[in-house]
């Protein structure tokens, strides 16, 4: 079973034994600013402003790429529920 977790600001629990996905494309949601690509001040920016960009993510053996995920010890989970019993 696929499940879609955005982890920006979040907490995603993940069963043991799973496997993740990073998945890296533009931000295009209403909880984000949008960013046009001029290099000015993107609040003041709007779509007329807007340039095409192009991301490059380089991942070989000359410039290898690392993701880190913070993983909380069992007790910190069981501490965390119990607090929010309280």
């Not at 690509?37 to 340039?51: C, H, L, P």
């Not at 991942?59 to 290898?64: A, V, Y």
């Not at 995920?69 to 501490?79: K, M």
Request: charged letters at 30%; proline letters at 3%; a positive charge.
């Amino acid at each position: 079973m696929c499940r879609a977790c955005v982890l920006s600001h979040r907490r995603c629990r993940v069963a043991k034994g799973s496997r993740l996905r990073l998945v890296i494309g533009p931000v295009n949601t209403v909880t984000m600013e949008k960013n046009y690509n001029t290099g000015g001040m993107v609040a003041a920016e709007s779509g007329k402003d807007a340039r095409k960009a192009t991301v490059t993510l380089y991942h070989d053996e000359t410039r290898p790429s690392a993701l880190y995920v913070p993983i909380a010890a069992a007790s910190s989970v069981e501490e965390a529920k119990e607090k929010r019993r309280k």
